[in-house]
């Protein structure tokens, strides 16, 4: 029963690595599907986890030109584009566990391309 209750936190954890995978990705497309195949997360070792993710683009948000009288709003001249992942981990013994998070790029409104996610934590 313990073991079996591991090997879950272990698929557990490998999701949440190909969520953070695909949260520090260069985003290039806000159009574009990128999917990762089955990786191991350490290359080599016995009995390692693996995961794979999708990166989809769900839309775009666009906030009016101007706020209404009398309302502050810091969303003027900035676009908001989101994105979900669907990231699935795999720990030995036959252990799964499938995680979904979306989350937005904010960019500015005449911006031509997303800013650059690499290497951020």
Same mark, same amino acid.
């Given at each position: 029963?313990?073991?079996?209750q591991?090997?879950q936190?272990?698929?557990f954890q490998? %999701?949440e690595v190909?969520v953070?995978? #695909?949260l520090?990705t260069n985003? +290039?497309?806000?159009?574009t $599907? *990128?999917?990762?195949a089955?990786?191991?997360?350490d290359p080599?070792?016995?009995?390692t986890?693996?995961f794979?993710?999708?990166?989809r ?9 101007? %706020?209404p009288?009398?309302a502050?709003? #810091?969303g003027?001249?900035?676009? +908001?584009?989101?994105?979900e $992942? *669907? ?8 252990a ?8 937005y790029?904010?960019v500015?409104?005449g ?5 650059s996610?690499?290497?951020l934590p």
């Amino acid at each position: 029963m313990v073991a079996n209750q591991q090997q879950q936190e272990r698929a557990f954890q490998a %999701a949440e690595v190909a969520v953070e995978r #695909a949260l520090t990705t260069n985003i +290039a497309s806000t159009s574009t $599907v *990128t999917t990762v195949a089955r990786t191991e997360i350490d290359p080599g070792a016995p009995d390692t986890e693996e995961f794979e993710y999708q990166l989809r683009p769900v839309g775009e948000f666009t906030p009016p030109a101007s %706020a209404p009288t009398g309302a502050v709003s #810091a969303g003027v001249g900035l676009s +908001a584009f989101h994105f979900e $992942v *669907t990231a699935d981990g795999y720990a030995p013994g036959g252990a799964e566990s499938e995680h979904t998070q979306g989350f937005y790029v904010i960019v500015n409104t005449g911006g031509t391309t997303l800013p650059s996610t690499t290497g951020l934590p």
